[in-house]
Structures are given as C-alpha cells and as structure tokens.
C-alpha cells in the first residue's frame, strides 16, 4: 500500500482525555468498516460567521473526508440546515471517494445521500409558515428589531443576534419570548450559538444518529459538535456506549460552549482542527495492513 498524504497528520494525532473516548478510538481503528463518523456542519467543518449563507466548508474538509471515508463504514454529516444547503456550501456533490456519503438535514427530517443525488422529506410542518408571517412584528413590537435578523430556513426559521450590539444580552431576552412563540404554533425552540430556532418537534441529531448508526449497524462512532444543538447527538452516543458499541465524542470551539465541552472525548479549537483530526484518522487507517 502506497503512504498517505496524511501520514503527518497521524503522527501528531491527539488522544482524547477519558477512558470512554480512547476505547472508542481503539474501536474504530480496529473495524473501521464497521464504524460511523458523524458530523455537524457550521461550527465543526464549517467557520462561523456572522452571515450564515457564506458560510463554506473549510478548505481542507472534502480532501480530507474523501481519504477518510473509504476506510470507514460511513461518513454522515447531521446539520440543522437544509440537506441540500449543506451539500451546496459543503461542496460535497459529485466527489471521489464520498460516494457513500449521507447529509442527514433539518436535524434528520431531510436526507441527502449520494448514491440517488436526492433529497428526501416529509411535508413541512405548517406551525412554521405562521411563526415566520408572525416573527418580524412580533420583535419590532418587543423592541428586538435592531441588530437581529431572520433566516429562512424552509422547514424551520431562525432569528440570530450575531450583528446585536449586545449578542447575548439579545440572546437571551429572546430566549423566553420566543419558546412562548414556538410552542403557540406547536414547535420547539433549538438554541445555538447566537441563534434561536423554531422548528417542528420529534426529530433532533440524537434521534437522527441513533436512528442511522442502528441502520448502518455500526460497531463504533465518532461524533464531532460544536453547539447547544449537538447535546441530544452527544446524548445518543452514550446511550450507544452503554448499549456496547464505543464512541468518540469530539467538540469544536474548545470550551466556547461549556455545556458540550464537559461531556466531550477531546477538545478541538475549530474546524480546521476537526478536519486535520480527520485527517490524522484517514492516515492512520491507510497505514493498517
């Protein structure tokens, strides 16, 4: 077998900090047919930025998922976005080597798999049409127009504080109104990373993986996170590790977000970390005999 263009990375590979998560990394490395890498999207191979619709997948993410996913049962990325926005602003589509990949959208309401080119989805709840009609008085009359802004996510809508003077502040004085909001139209309200979400009930990325990796009947997983979003994903992964199959919990951002980073496996500072984590695991896999 030829070397890896990622050998480098492996030898500098950093080991996760619990007894949990290097079982989980052992596993994968010992069946990496049988393992299931899951990933969010914005915040974990993606930057953030202040204007979601220019966020993009780190320059180095598709190189690196391409050398990783022929080792591997399956690569899946599980994203709050639409399945064939993220595919879009992933450039996923159309690349050698991710013909087996899966983007699981709207928290696994939507899938995108490679194979057909399509997506697939249930009918869109109508509680989110009419939150959106209602969401632009309803924080004009508030006083929550300045410095927040809506995006349209078709089968939900979001209302990020980002460009607020205050973020947090922001952020939080919405946080109530809105779940009041939210649950008047028969949704729940997701808080991100300065962004409230309101979007349908019964499906989020701890349902979305479960559901998935038992499909793939996976022997080991990885999930990487970023946000307040990945908790029910982190959730799912220690159900499945004390089920019997091991798991490796990553998180972008470091301890930005407390909340994910004291029930991770490994700290990671970014995506660009991520992606040479994934890296470092592409080129561990092509080393094995």
């Known amino acids: 077998m030829g070397s890896s263009p990622y050998a480098e990375y492996a030898d500098s590979m950093p080991t996760p900090s619990t007894p949990a998560g290097r079982e989980g990394l052992a596993a994968l490395l010992d069946r990496p047919d049988r393992a ?37 049962a399956s690569v899946a990325v599980v994203t709050g976005r639409p399945a064939g926005v993220a595919v879009r602003y992933g450039g996923f589509a159309g690349v050698d080597g991710l013909d087996r990949l899966v983007v699981l959208g709207h928290y696994g309401a939507e899938r995108w798999d490679a194979v057909s080119g399509t997506v697939r989805a249930p009918a869109p709840h109508p509680g989110v049409a009419t939150a959106r009609s209602e969401l632009p008085g309803f924080l004009d009359g508030i006083g929550a127009w300045q ?26 004085a919405l946080r109530e109104p809105l779940a009041a909001l939210a649950s008047r139209h028969g949704l729940i309200l997701e808080p991100g990373r300065m962004v409230l979400e309101l979007r349908p009930p019964g499906m989020d990325k701890g349902v979305a993986l479960s559901e998935y990796v038992r499909e793939a009947g996976a022997e080991a ?48 500072p970014g995506p660009a970390e991520v992606v040479d984590y994934l890296a470092a695991l592409a080129g561990r896999l092509h080393e094995r005999p």
């Open 36 to 72: 299931v890498i899951a990933l969010d999207f914005d915040g974990t191979l993606a930057e953030i930025v202040a204007d979601p619709e220019q966020a993009r997948a780190h320059e180095r993410a598709v190189p690196a998922l391409a050398a990783l996913a022929p080792h591997v």
């Open 147 to 172: 410095g927040t802004w809506i995006e349209e996510k078709g089968r939900s809508v979001a209302v990020h504080t980002r460009r607020a003077e205050d973020p947090q502040a922001a952020f939080d």
């Open 221 to 268: 997983v990885l999930y990487a996170g970023d946000d307040l979003g990945d908790l029910p994903a982190y959730g799912a992964v220690d159900k499945l590790r004390s089920d019997g199959v091991p798991g490796l919990l990553l998180c972008s951002g470091g301890a930005e977000v407390p909340e994910l980073a004291e029930r991770a496996d490994l700290l990671l």
